[in-house]
């Protein structure tokens, strides 16, 4: 097993650890170490490209039928883009961590 851990914790926190553990060290401090020890805060690289719905096409078509028919009757049709759920795995979140400068995390597109 890696001695090696990443962390998202933030610059202020992991001061907060060092100094706790008998390092004394401002977050401005551990930041320059951290840059200068070639790492650099990055967020997750979305390259890992899923499948595609199989009924991707029929689901708009769908939609657009009913849009039509509700029109077509008068009534007033509203769309609304929702937004998913944050899935569990290798997927995209609008987090950055610190990590070795050019080394994102490879993470699913979907």
Do not use: C
Request: proline residues 5%.
């Amino acid at each position: 097993m890696s001695p090696l851990r990443w962390t998202t914790k933030s610059l202020r926190s992991l001061a907060g650890d060092l100094t706790r553990q008998g390092h004394a060290a401002s977050a401005p401090t551990v930041g320059r170490l951290l840059r200068e020890n070639g790492f650099s805060l990055q967020a997750n690289a979305k390259t890992l490209e899923g499948a595609q719905h199989p009924d991707r096409d029929a689901q708009f078509r769908y939609i657009n039928d009913q849009v039509k028919d509700h029109q077509a009757d008068g009534a007033p049709v509203v769309s609304v883009d929702t937004k998913k759920k944050e899935v569990v795995g290798e997927f995209k979140n609008a987090g950055r961590q610190w990590r070795p400068a050019g080394q994102p995390v490879r993470v699913d597109v979907t």
